[in-house]
């Protein structure tokens, strides 16, 4: 008996444009979403517009969370290049937000395991 021919046939498959990227910074506390900041198409996250989601979360703090300000607020970062720009330390300074700092390498360490903002 002899063994069957097999035939392979080259499947093309169509090109479509691929689904559109979105930039989303969120902010939580241990109450829930403090802030959902989407980025504009085209856009890029810099220090200066880190700076201005960092305005609108102060405002979406004092609003949704009242009293929780009165000592500053504790952000936790990576080390982005927006996180460590003069304009954002300066920002952080001036409103005595404080950094917990992301350790380099801990992926066993996800961000959701620490309250974002406290007392």
């Known amino acids: 008996m ?3 021919i097999l035939s ?3 499947k093309k498959f169509q090109v479509q444009q691929s689904a ?3 930039m989303a910074t969120v902010f939580w506390d241990s109450r829930g979403m403090t802030l959902l900041d989407i980025l504009p198409k ?3 996250v810099n220090a200066d517009r880190y700076c201005e989601t960092l305005d609108r979360l102060r405002h979406a703090v004092r609003r949704k969370r009242p009293g929780l300000l009165r000592s500053g607020g504790v952000l936790y970062h990576d080390n982005a290049t927006p996180h460590r ?3 954002t330390k300066e920002w952080l300074e001036r409103y005595r937000w ?3 700092h992301h350790p380099a390498h801990s992926p066993d360490r996800a961000p959701s395991d620490f309250h974002l903002l406290g007392p």
Request: glycine share 6%.
């Open 2 to 4: 002899e063994a069957p």
């Open 20 to 22: 559109i990227k979105v």
């Open 8 to 10: 392979f046939h080259k």
């Open 98 to 100: 404080d950094i917990n």
């Open 85 to 87: 720009a003069k304009r």
């Open 42 to 44: 085209g856009e890029s």
